[in-house]
């Protein structure tokens, strides 16, 4: 640091000279290049990958390397989505609409966040007064359907989710190699 850089107590430098010097190292060679997707919720429906009638995800990151996925999930009618437990914990944030579980009292509205413990089973809803729902949820290890006394009827883990984009983006035009610009 110059005499002129402080760092507050959150680890954040100050320089009193408006200096902004970028870290001058090389970065660890193995390290996979950012992604950066500036209109995460894109306007054009070829990126919407169907996964059932009237529900599509938007993958952001499918990390083949660790397992887990993010995306947005975006359905556009009411009704029974799946039910399904996971290995791991799942993360979800809300950005449009709303939708519940069966198995709880809770709604998760516009702006709510959602931690899914590992282990659960759970029934997504969308009631039919929302027009639209888009949720951010990032799946750690799996989803496994469930029928209503826990028999398992399927899975998807990031391999399908990745198998599901190539076949999607070729039958649209964009090709099957556009995913790998999300895979880490």
Not at 116 to 128: K, S
């Amino acid at each position: 640091m110059s005499d002129n850089t402080t760092v507050n107590h959150s680890g954040l430098e100050t320089d009193a000279d408006s200096k902004r010097i970028p870290y001058r190292h090389p970065q660890p060679k193995e390290s996979f290049p950012e992604i950066v997707i500036p209109n995460a919720i894109p306007t054009d429906e070829r990126l919407w990958v169907p996964q059932q009638e009237n529900v599509w995800f938007r993958p952001l990151c499918l990390s083949a390397s660790r397992g887990y996925w993010m995306n947005l999930l975006r359905v556009r009618k009411s009704g029974v989505l799946s039910r399904h437990r996971h290995p791991q914990p799942v993360h979800g944030w809300v950005l449009k609409g709303s939708w519940h579980y069966l198995e709880h009292d809770w709604t998760a509205e516009e702006g709510s966040y959602v931690y899914e413990a590992p282990g659960e089973t759970h029934t997504l809803v969308v009631e039919p007064h929302v027009t639209e729902m888009i949720t951010l949820f990032q799946v750690n290890g799996a989803m496994i359907y469930v029928d209503p006394d826990g028999a398992v009827q399927g899975y998807e883990d990031v391999f399908t989710k990745i198998d599901l984009c190539r076949k999607h983006y070729t039958d649209v035009g964009l090709g099957e190699g556009y995913i790998d610009q999300l895979i880490r």
